[in-house]
């Protein structure tokens, strides 16, 4: 009897340890993904900026924001530092990407380990619920 419990004991610190690593690679997940669309408007908004840059008359008086200030700055070093932006926003939702994939790979994994020792003790769900309860 004694073997018993801590079998089942073990089993449910097991199942409480893959109940925290399923929320803490959901919250990554999300997160991370989180980063991916916030990356992804930054470069479309910047693109869309460009744009409009490019329509200008090259002699069009242009100013950077520096913080609570503008500066008076060429178009060519203003459209510079926006296609500069793009290309480091195109970096970040690369990673972003990556990250989610090994996050999601990670996820699925402990998601399958959580089925199976649900599987392997079926009585476990009962004992924990009744815990909770």
Same mark, same amino acid.
């Given at each position: &009897?004694?073997?018993?419990? $801590?079998?089942?004991?073990?089993? !449910?610190?097991?199942?409480?340890?893959?109940?925290? /690593?399923?929320?803490?690679?959901?919250?990554?997940? !999300?997160?991370?993904?989180?980063? $991916?669309?916030?990356?992804?408007?930054?470069?479309?908004?910047?693109?869309?900026?460009?744009?409009?840059?490019?329509?200008?008359?090259?002699?069009?008086?242009?100013?950077?924001?520096?913080?609570? &200030?503008?500066?008076?700055?060429?178009?060519?070093?203003?459209?510079?530092?926006?296609?500069?932006?793009?290309?480091?926003?195109?970096?970040?939702?690369?990673?972003?990407?990556?990250?989610?994939?090994?996050?999601? !790979?990670?996820?699925?994994?402990?998601?399958?380990?959580?089925?199976?020792?649900?599987?392997?003790?079926? $009585?476990?769900? !009962? /004992?924990?619920?009744?815990?909770?309860?």
């Amino acid at each position: &009897m004694a073997a018993a419990e $801590g079998l089942t004991q073990e089993r !449910k610190e097991e199942f409480m340890a893959l109940q925290g /690593q399923l929320i803490e690679q959901t919250n990554k997940l !999300k997160q991370t993904q989180m980063q $991916g669309r916030s990356a992804a408007a930054e470069k479309r908004r910047a693109e869309l900026t460009v744009q409009e840059l490019q329509a200008m008359p090259q002699e069009t008086k242009t100013f950077l924001n520096v913080g609570k &200030m503008y500066v008076l700055r060429p178009k060519t070093e203003i459209e510079e530092s926006i296609v500069s932006r793009i290309a480091e926003c195109d970096a970040a939702i690369e990673q972003s990407k990556s990250k989610g994939d090994y996050f999601q !790979k990670q996820l699925e994994e402990t998601e399958t380990s959580f089925r199976d020792l649900l599987s392997a003790t079926p $009585g476990l769900v !009962k /004992q924990i619920t009744e815990q909770s309860a």
